[in-house]
C-alpha cells in the first residue's frame, strides 16, 4: 500500500517548483492558479527571491502547497498516478495536511492558497517578536519531553509542537520557558537546540491565530477527500468534511503527532511512501520511523525516473 506525503515550512528552497513549472505544462497550471488566488506574483517570490521573503511564514505556507501541488499534477499527467486508484492515504506536516487535503480534492487549489496565506499572517500576529520561541529537544522519549516541558512551563507557556520521531521531538511557548525546557533535556541526557523561527507554532500561544482559522475554515467549503487524510492531531484518518475542519482549528495549537502518524499508516499496511514537493525531509523521519519501508521524493524533473518504482509505474 502507498501513501503520499506533503511537506511542512522549512523545507522551501529559492527555485523551488521552476524546474518543473519549466518542463511540465500541468505544473506550471498549478503556479498561475495560486498567483490568481492571491492576487499576486508568489512563484515570482518563489524563484526570484529575495529568500528572506520566500521565508516570511505567509509566503512560505503558500509556496510549499503550489510546488506539492505541481509536482503532484506532474506524477498524474507523466507517471500515470491516480489518486483513489493508487494512494490508500495522504498525510501532511503541519501546513501539509492543507497540501493533503487540497491533493486529495477536500480543498481546491485556490482555497488552499489563499487559506494558508491567512493562516500564515495570523500565526505571525499572534505573538509579538521575541516573546515566544522553540526548541528541538534531542535523544529523549516522548513521555521524557512531555514531563520536561510540564515542568518548565512554571506558569508559562511551554508546550509538545511536533513528535517528529526518532528522538527529534519540538517544544514551543514562552522564550524563558523553552530555554528552561533545553536546560532540563540536557540535565536529562538529551541535547536542546533552540530552532530559528519567526514565532512560536503549535503551542497555546497561537489561540489568536486558532479562532482565525476556525472562522475562515466555516465559510470555506471541504469536501470528502478522495482517499482519507491522516490528521496531525489525531494521528488517525478523517474523511468527514466537519471532522476535517475541527482538526485544521486544533492542528493550530496542537501538536503535530508526525511519529504516531507515520506508525499508524505503517499499521494499515502502508509500505510505501512518496514525499511530494520540496526537499526530502519527511522521507529521512518516514525512513527511521517506519523501518523497512521504502520512501522516496519527488519534487524536480530530474526525480522523475526514480521515483516510477514507487509508484509502480
Same mark, same amino acid.
Request: one cysteine or more; aromatic letters at 4%.
Given at each position: ?13 529559492l ?12 505544473a ?18 518563489m ?7 520566500l521565508? #516570511? $511564514?505567509?509566503? =512560505? ?7 506539492s501541488? /505541481? @509536482?503532484?499534477?506532474?506524477? !498524474? +499527467?507523466? %507517471? ?42 495570523s ?18 522519549d516522548?513521555?521524557?519531553?512531555h ?42 541526557g538529551?541535547?536542546?537546540?533552540? #530552532? $530559528?523561527?519567526s =514565532? ?8 489568536? /491565530? @486558532?479562532?482565525?482559522?476556525? !472562522? +475562515?475554515? %466555516? ?18 484518518p ?20 508526525w ?55
Amino acid at each position: 500500500m502507498r501513501a503520499l506525503i506533503f511537506p511542512g515550512q522549512g523545507s522551501q528552497t529559492l527555485g523551488m517548483g521552476k524546474g518543473l513549472a519549466d518542463t511540465f505544462p500541468a505544473a506550471r497550471a498549478v503556479f498561475e492558479e495560486v498567483d490568481d488566488a492571491l492576487g499576486e506574483k508568489l512563484s515570482a517570490v518563489m524563484w526570484e527571491g529575495p529568500a528572506e521573503t520566500l521565508n #516570511l $511564514t505567509a509566503n =512560505a505556507q503558500p509556496a510549499l502547497m503550489a510546488a506539492s501541488l /505541481a @509536482a503532484l499534477r506532474v506524477l !498524474e +499527467a507523466e %507517471a500515470g498516478l491516480d489518486l483513489k486508484r493508487d494512494v490508500a492515504l495522504v498525510a501532511g506536516h503541519s501546513l501539509g495536511e492543507y497540501s493533503a487535503l487540497a491533493a486529495a480534492g477536500a480543498f481546491s487549489i485556490a482555497d488552499t492558497a489563499r487559506l494558508l496565506r491567512l493562516r500564515g499572517e495570523s500565526m505571525q500576529k499572534a505573538v509579538p517578536v521575541g516573546t515566544g520561541a522553540m526548541a528541538a529537544l534531542l535523544k529523549l522519549d516522548s513521555e521524557a519531553v512531555h514531563e520536561i516541558a510540564r515542568q518548565a512551563a512554571e506558569g508559562e507557556v511551554c508546550d509538545v509542537a511536533n513528535d517528529n520521531g526518532a528522538g527529534q521531538i519540538v517544544v514551543s511557548g514562552h522564550k524563558a520557558a523553552v530555554e528552561r525546557a533545553v536546560a532540563l533535556a540536557q540535565g536529562k541526557g538529551g541535547r536542546g537546540m533552540m #530552532l $530559528t523561527v519567526s =514565532a512560536p507554532f503549535h503551542c497555546a500561544l497561537m489561540a489568536p /491565530a @486558532a479562532e482565525v482559522m476556525k !472562522e +475562515a475554515l %466555516a465559510a470555506t467549503r471541504i469536501e470528502a477527500p478522495a482517499v482519507p487524510v491522516v490528521a496531525n492531531v489525531e494521528a488517525a484518518p478523517l474523511s468527514d468534511p466537519n471532522a476535517i475542519r475541527d482538526a485544521l482549528v486544533r492542528q493550530v495549537v496542537g501538536t503535530v503527532r508526525w511519529r504516531e502518524s507515520v506508525e499508524a499508516m505503517a499499521g494499515r499496511g502502508v509500505d510505501t511512501f512518496v514525499e511530494v514537493g520540496a526537499g526530502k525531509v519527511l522521507t529521512g523521519l518516514v525512513k527511521r520511523i517506519a523501518a523497512g519501508s521504502r520512501a522516496g521524493a519527488f519534487g524536480q524533473p530530474a526525480d522523475l525516473d526514480g521515483i516510477r518504482p514507487f509508484l509502480g509505474a
